[in-house]
């Protein structure tokens, strides 16, 4: 089945804990990219991937990094997490940047 | 900078009613436009995605044009049923690089 799969799905941790959440797609895709979703906010894109070992900063990239080693894979990592990155994490991926996003379904984080 | 509006906020309407979602946007060189579907607690569904040379998609009960001149785009939603409940997002592709912004979305009620 073709899909986008994020771990954890929920997490609780405390501040400047080192965090990884990992995204993983069986599409063969190219785009892959990072979203926080927040009450009042909406969605903002942190980060994206055109291709592997090729990313780019979105709206929001402060306090996150992200790597593309391989196409499958674009963990997004919280270096030292603060509670404002408490939020609803989506990854999504798409065979290009013209093409449809399918999304993962998300990851809550709570940063105490 | 790119920003995305989607009025109205929320709708509620009686089962069977034909409804039009709107979303405008501030900077007409765009790349394409989506729109997507997120029921609560999940990720989102890609429902149309319309390319800047086009003007409108069609899937089913739904239809999705583009004016990219005036900066609007609406979805159209035949024959409502309660099982389209749900929030509505579009979301632009700016023509430099692939960044993805949404709006804040319409939240959908369709009533029996």
């Known amino acids: 089945e073709a899909q986008v799969t994020q771990n954890p799905r929920y997490l609780i941790t405390v501040t400047g804990k080192k965090l990884t959440v990992t995204c993983s797609q069986n599409m063969n895709h190219e785009y892959m990219s990072w979203y926080r979703q927040d009450p009042g906010l909406g969605l903002r894109q942190i980060y994206y991937s055109m291709n592997v070992e090729v990313t780019d900063k979105g709206d929001v990239p402060e306090g996150y990094k992200v790597s593309r080693k391989e196409k499958r894979n674009f963990p997004l990592i919280l270096e030292s997490p603060s509670p404002n990155q408490t939020s609803l994490y989506f990854c999504?991926?798409?065979?290009?940047?013209?093409?449809?996003?399918?999304f993962g379904d998300g990851t809550r984080l709570s940063i105490l | 900078k790119q920003e995305v509006t989607q009025i109205p906020a929320a709708l509620s309407v009686p089962e069977g009613e034909n409804l039009v979602l709107n979303c405008s946007f501030t900077?007409?060189?765009?790349?394409?436009l989506q729109w997507f579907r997120q029921d609560p607690g999940k990720g989102l569904t890609s429902l149309l995605l319309i390319q800047s040379s086009q003007r409108e998609q069609t899937s089913g009960r739904l239809n999705a044009s583009l004016d990219k001149s005036s900066g609007r785009s609406t979805l159209y939603i035949a024959a409502s049923q309660p099982g389209d409940s749900a929030t509505y997002l579009c979301a632009v592709h700016g023509n430099q690089g692939g960044k993805l912004i949404f709006g804040q979305g319409t939240e959908l009620s369709v009533k029996p």
């Open positions: 999504a991926s798409s065979l290009g940047q013209a093409q449809p996003q399918h």
């Open positions: 900077d007409s060189a765009i790349y394409n």
